[in-house]
């Protein structure tokens, strides 16, 4: 099982970023895909999710109008879409994948990638 991360970068204060979650070795149409972030000497905190279908999403509240988050299943890959980034935005960015459906808890993700770092400067 593999998941990649990239996409990630420095960004000036209401730049965007696409980041992409490209996966191997599971079937990535039964799987829902999960974003989170980790900043500096913080809990790792849930982002979005997305469906196995792409038909339902969920944001955290500091993100929602700003964050995107997508999916392809002919291609395998997920992904975040960021507009009007904000300094606390700064974080290593994982995504992950599940069989649970309707889950924001990280412990229920049973694959993670290694993370991207996203740094959005003032």
């Known amino acids: 099982v593999q998941l990649v991360e990239s996409g990630g970068g420095l960004v000036q204060a209401g730049g965007s970023l696409r980041l992409s979650c490209a996966t191997s070795?599971?079937?990535?149409?039964?799987?829902?895909i999960g974003w989170f972030r980790q900043a500096p000497g913080k809990e790792r905190e849930f982002v979005a999710r997305?469906?196995?279908?792409?038909?339902?999403?969920s944001y955290a509240g500091s993100v929602k109008g700003r964050f995107t988050i997508s999916r392809d299943n002919a291609k395998n890959t997920g992904y975040l879409q960021m507009d009007s980034l904000k300094p606390e935005d700064t974080a290593v960015y994982y995504c992950?994948?599940?069989?649970?459906?309707?889950?924001?808890?990280?412990?229920?993700?049973?694959?993670w990638g290694q993370g991207t770092q996203v740094t959005v400067s003032s």
């Open positions: 997305i469906n196995t279908r792409g038909t339902s999403t």
């Open positions: 070795g599971f079937t990535f149409d039964d799987y829902a």
């Open positions: 992950a994948a599940t069989l649970s459906i309707y889950t924001s808890q990280a412990r229920d993700y049973p694959y």
